[in-house]
């Protein structure tokens, strides 16, 4: 689908009023690199996976809810549209994000991709993979906001599948998987899925260990696994958040990780300057109060093009 006509409050001209949709434009008259917005609208592998449905609507939300957000820096930013899931074709829609994520990275763009349930993370692994090389020796490592761990082992890729899948992928390129997660729900997460994590030698978080005053643990524990990587995947599961925070997911989070804490890491991450894509999933506007959660999102992605720019 071709980009759509970003909107929102237009308080007069020149630098001094910029707005993100002052400032986008589609990505076929890019000039320069910048930071290219993907949309993934997807809902196919969350109702695989017997979620609620809804999060197909959910680029376009965070489009909306970035749209009157402040710009403070020149910054070039694109939009190449959504790829489309509306035949049930998951994998088709998934090869399709990831060409389109590849070719961004080629022209060397920076690529943030909005989902979309979270099966959005194997199609956005795909682009990075042709977008790094395929033959890279490069170490690539996946650092995951979320309640679950999505290492679950179905017959057919679903929202919890992703991060099993690119295991799969990349031990069939003779690659070590560098998987961490911060945020995960004890109670949401079977002793099968933790086994399997811990024999995977996945790194992890618990949602009880990100609580405020863990702030410095939470980010050391970050900072050290993207010091051991050359480049890296940062994903966010909005249901990572409170409920009260982010009301508009598949599955809302009793405890979750406070916004600041998660404000907080992906700054960290953005500033590291070995972050390669970003993207963030599961937001769900038919059940986002106030559209809590579409601002919430549109908060973490302006954070990390922030960031990004300051550590340029």
Not at 54 to 66: D, H, K, Q
Request: hydrophobic residues 40%.
């Amino acid at each position: 689908m071709n980009p759509p006509v970003w909107t929102g409050r237009d308080d007069g001209p020149g630098s001094g009023h910029r707005r993100w949709h002052t400032t986008v434009r589609p990505l076929d008259g890019a000039d320069r690199r910048g930071t290219v917005i993907v949309g993934f609208a997807s809902d196919e592998g969350v109702r695989r996976n017997k979620g609620r449905t809804g999060a197909a609507e959910g680029p376009a939300a965070l489009r909306r809810a970035l749209a009157p957000l402040a710009l403070h820096r020149d910054d070039a930013l694109y939009d190449a549209g959504d790829v489309l899931v509306d035949d049930g074709d998951l994998e088709g829609g998934q090869t399709a994000l990831g060409s389109v994520v590849a070719s961004a990275m080629a022209d060397g763009h920076f690529p943030v991709v909005f989902g979309g349930g979270h099966e959005v993370a194997y199609a956005s692994y795909l682009g990075l993979d042709e977008g790094l090389g395929a033959d890279r020796t490069r170490t690539l490592g996946i650092l995951n906001i979320d309640a679950h761990f999505d290492l679950r082992e179905e017959p057919e890729p679903t929202s919890g599948t992703p991060f099993l899948q690119i295991h799969e992928a990349e031990r069939a390129r003779g690659r070590d998987f560098r998987y961490a997660v911060v945020g995960v729900n004890e109670a949401g997460n079977t002793p099968v899925l933790f086994d399997r994590a811990d024999r995977l030698g996945v790194e992890y978080l618990t949602d009880d260990q990100c609580a405020a005053h863990h702030m410095e643990r939470v980010l050391g524990f970050v900072r050290s696994f993207v010091d051991s990587v050359d480049d890296v995947y940062l994903t966010l599961d909005l249901d990572a958040l409170p409920a009260w925070v982010a009301p508009g997911v598949s599955a809302p989070a009793p405890l979750g990780v406070p916004a600041e804490v998660v404000q907080g890491v992906v700054e960290a991450v953005a500033a590291s300057g070995r972050l390669a894509l970003f993207d963030v999933a599961e937001l769900n506007p038919s059940l986002d109060v106030d559209g809590r959660t579409a601002r919430v999102a549109a908060r973490m992605v302006d954070r990390v093009r922030a960031a990004r720019g300051r550590s340029a």
